[in-house]
Structures are given as C-alpha cells and as structure tokens.
C-alpha cells in the first residue's frame, strides 16, 4: 500500500517566520551568506566520501530505460525498455515535472501538489508526499529522492526521503533562492543564491564545503557517473580541485563556440526556473555534451557538441564553432532527448524513440511506442545501439531537407541551413540550392539566402545542374517552364572558366545563348545571361551578342532599362576585335539608336580605347586586353574622335548587322523584370 506524507506542516510555517526575521543572518542550516567559502582541503575531504555511482543505469534491472510522461485522457507514465524494445508498464499518472530515477524507484511530481514514488519494475506507486508551495526541481541518486521547495515569500526548503518508502530523512531552509537540486555518490549539490554551489552530505544534509563563483553566476550543477559539472549560459566547469578558486582562468571551464543564427545556449536546465522543472519547450532546445579535463581546460568530448532545435540536431565543433552533420528528424517534434556517452537518445511526441551517433548525426536506433508524450527521461548511460542500416544521408542532404522543411516556426534554423550549405563542397550542394530556389513555395527570404549562396559557390563541380536547369525551355505544349534562369547565369558567371570542363562549357553557353535569344525570357534575366556568355563564352558568344545588340539599341523597351544592352556593350569590348568595336561605334553614332544605349555606348569607347595588339576579327580576349595604354579624353569631343578612329564608317558592318528596328517577334516584353 502507498504510504502518505506531509510536507509544508506547522514546522516548517514556523521555519519560514525565523527565517523571515533573520533576514540579515542571511539564512540557517546549510544555507548562509558566511560561511568557509572556496577552500581547496574541504574540497578534498568532500570527495573523499564519495562512492563510485553505477557506470550504467541506475535502475535495479540494469537495463537503459526510458520513461515517458503520455498526454490524453488519462495521462500516463510509460517505461520502456530500450534494449527489448518492449514497454514494461504504463501506469495512469498526472506527470507535471521531470521524472527521476534511483535503483528501485522512480519520482516525480503528480499535479501540482504532490511528489509520488513509483516501484521502477512495475510503476506502482509506492508513496506520496503533499507539497505546499513552489515546486523548483528533484533530483535522485541511488536509495533517496532530493526536492525544493519554495514557500512563502523568502523561504526555500531543500529535503531528503527515502526513495522506496517516501519517509523524510532531513530537510535544510533558507531564506535565500535554492536551485533544483543533483545527487551523486552520497553528496548532493545545491545551487544557492545563483552565486555559490553548496555540497552536502546526502545522509543528513550536513554542508561539507561550497563554491562560490566570483566571476560567473552558478545556474546550473547537473552530474553524470563520472563528473560534476556547473555553471551558467557562460560556459561550463568541472568540479574538481581547482574549482575552489571560483574563478574562469584558474578552473577547469570551457565553453563552445556556437553560431548565434538561431541557438539559445542551455548547457543545462537553469536550476532556479520552476518551468525548466518539468517538460517544457526548455527540452526542446538544447545543447548535449559530454566533456572531461584536458590541459588545466574543460574539452568536449571528441571537440563535439550537440544543439538540438526541435526536431532538428546539428553537430559543432565546439573549438571551432563548424559544423560537422545535421539531421532532421521527420514531422513531429523531439520533446526528450540525452548525451548518454556513445549515443543520443531521444524520444518523439509520437513515440518514436531513436538514437543518433554523437560524432556523425547517423541514426543507429529505432523503435515505436504507441501514444502522444510531452517528454521523457533516459536512464541509459552508456548505451550504445548499432543498427546502421546503409550509408548515412549526409550532411548536405539534411540541411537541404531542412531548408526545404514547411514549419513557419523554423525560418531562422532553415536559413541557416542554407548557408552551412555554402561550406560544404560536391555538385551535389548545387542540386540541392537549385530544388530550394526552384520551389515556388520557398519564402523569399529564404529565396535570396539561397541565391547568393549559390553563386558565392562559384563550385564548377555544380554546372551539370546548372546546365540542366538552362535545358529547360519554355514549351505551353509539354508544359515546361524554365526556373531561376537568372540565377543560374550568375552561378555560372562567377565560376573560374579554367575550372571548367570543356564539353560542359559547350553545352552552358548553348544553353545561355538559347535564353537571351528567347522571347519568353524576363528582361531583368538578360543583363546575367550576357555576363555570363562573356565569362565562359571564349568567343562562342560576339555573334549571338553582336546581333542582340544591334537589335535592341533601338527598342524602347531599353531605354530606361539598358543593363542588357551596357553588358552587351561591356563584353564585347573587353572580349571582342575590332569587329566587334565596330558595331559598339555603329551604335554610338546611328540616330535609331536609343539615346542612352548611344550615350553608354561613347563612353564605353572612351573608356576602352583600341589598344595596339588588340585581337583581330575571329581571335579570342581577355577581359584584361582593353584599357591597356593612355587615359580617357573627357568631353564630347574627346568622345566624338574615339568614336571615329575606331569606326571609319556610321554604318553597321554588313556581315553582322540586322535592320535598325528590332524585330517583333524577338523582343522581350517592357515589362519589369521578374
């Protein structure tokens, strides 16, 4: 039968009102402003009463459990043995904070009001203890349960039962803020006043010593079999002998360096957040780690640190801040999730319970456990699951679905996403942007992040995707309509043309030249179809650009839109011969020219004057050949005389030039670009 407790009885009322009046002694007990704060040989002597805690799981079967809080009608607590993959109990339960576990019990709070131990082989309840205030946080260790309480106004209790019969076996007040408690090895470890960690004797909650931190709050203290560690959103220190210092530079601390895209840094829940006591968003958002002392410093172990974003997990390095994989897990949120040394365990609202490798992101664990859950906790350290099934989808492949991913409440972790692309190297990536950018549902911020990824690239590993996406033409019988044309272009003009494959070189410009010549394409498109033809072209391009010039110097559709028409005029001064100038001084001086054209296309002459050597009609250039020698005239008749030395004739070359009118059927529409 469960046996009932009182907690919040006259004695402890009568504790809150001498505590209340002995405000200025800061507290009794365990807990006081003065005491023997930082001392190095208390230290020592504290962990020389400490005993090993088990390697593994703390629970009497030995097996890594995980035991999950269900929503519905009733509400549930579900245990669930990870290596079986076999649920063990469910019992109806009103979980309302983090389950704890010991050897032959598990805690937690029931509702608001209640703290109740459970038999950990079968969930019955084994005892109850009524809770009168604030619950902050539990923690347990291997025969005893450890809670706090906050109750009145300046009055916090930290107490002790036995965690198979529920009897109280000490209780410590202050009247200064108390943090959730952790346990481990027969010491218990109390952040106090958000400034000092005080360790206690686990048998009659005696203080042995307590550290305070000079300069970095203490919000946290959380404990694993073979380390103590606390600390704040700062970084994190190893409790050791060098704790006692107080200090960053004379401990054993580190932090990681993390990106501040989108990571809300928690190395742990904050102690003194009731909310953070039970299962929360808190769970969903999470930095997982282990680490260990190397050289006078706190190293992560393998130079690796998790953050977990809902359903999402990417793996930095914790030294340098990149990133090594990510993984996404499908539909529904992760809502309990843990470092347990060579895996991470985690649990879904649906019940999918996974496990990840800590140092690649592949899955190597899955099992299924019928329910919807809030959240859950593992007691399963060093488990160690292997079932890898085939090759891991990688990195790029992850953050591509990430970036793909349709929940508005992700924006920030997508676009991040997107730009850890841009790191990775594979023609692979460019697939991937180009899907990104080629969905019409892909938001528009996304959309531009995506783009100048893309072209920042400048990856020749990537063309054959871009040239698939020139393949494409506009065709109302099949249907096809060619995506991101633009985007492409630029892709491909900022690529080193030394980088590229010969065949593919061939097949890009036909793909461009068919674009700029087509009258489907958007006008705003144009101007990166030519830069591009001028960056990759190596001389397959002046001819197809010679005619779009001289067809469309004259369109209306140009004159107050002429970055098409100056790009042509750019390239083919700085690529072509004297062919090539010729038509630019055609089109300078013909009267049907389009004023600005004409006007842009002196001032291109002046600027890049024929230089001796220039190459003849037919031979390739660089863009480097023009503006060699001399500096521009200024002044129209400086522009006039170039004008005229590089074109002995106003009219256009007969081998190239078309009527002075554009033809209708080839001009682009006026309208804005799209």
Known sequence: MATTHKFGTTKHIAVALVLALAGACGGTGSFGLSSGDNDPAKLTAAFATVKAPPAGPINSTGKPMVFLAARGTPKQLVAFDLEAKKELWRVEADVSSKVVVGRDFVAHRQGENTLVGRDVRTGAQLWSTPLDGTFVGAAADTDRVYFTMKSGGRSWVLQALNGKTGDELWDAESNGALGAPEARGGLVFSPFMKQWLAILDAKNGKQLTRIRGIDEEISFVRTTPEHVYFGSKAGVFLLDERAASGKRAQ?????????????????HWDAFDPIQAGYSAYDRNRVLWDADAADDKLAFSNDLVTVQTYRF????????????????????????????????????????????????????????????FIGGTFDATGWAPNERDGEASGTAAALASIARDRDARFNDVKKFAVTALSQLKGGDVTRDLLVLIQNDKTPPYLLQTAAQVLVDRKDPAGLPYLVEALDVRHDYVEGTKPRAIGIAAQAIAAMDPAGIDASLRGKAVEGLIAHLTSPSTAV????????ALGRIGAGAERSTLSSFLLVYRA??????QIDAVSATIDVLLSTGGTAEREIVSYVAEDPLSQPTVAEYASRALIQRPTVEGAPADGAEATEGDAGKKGKAPSGKAAAKAKVKAAAPKA????????????????????????
Do not use: C
């Open 251 to 267: 401990s054993t601390y580190g932090n990681a360096k993390l990106p501040k895209d989108f990571i809300r840094v928690h190395y």
């Open 524 to 531: 705003g498109d144009l101007v990166h179809l030519v830069r």
């Open 555 to 560: 369109d209306p559709a140009f004159a107050t």
């Open 651 to 674: 009219a256009a070359p007969k081998a190239v030039a078309p009527k002075a009118v554009a033809p209708k059927a080839a001009a682009p529409k006026a309208a804005a670009p799209k």
């Open 313 to 372: 997990f990417f793996g930095f390095s914790a030294t340098s801040g990149d990133l090594e994989w990510a993984y996404n897990h499908p539909r529904v949120d992760i809502v309990a999730s843990a470092q347990l040394g060579t895996s991470i365990g985690m649990a879904s609202m649906l019940g999918e319970i996974g496990a990840l490798d800590p140092v690649t992101g592949q899955r190597i664990y899955e099992a299924k456990i019928p329910g919807q």
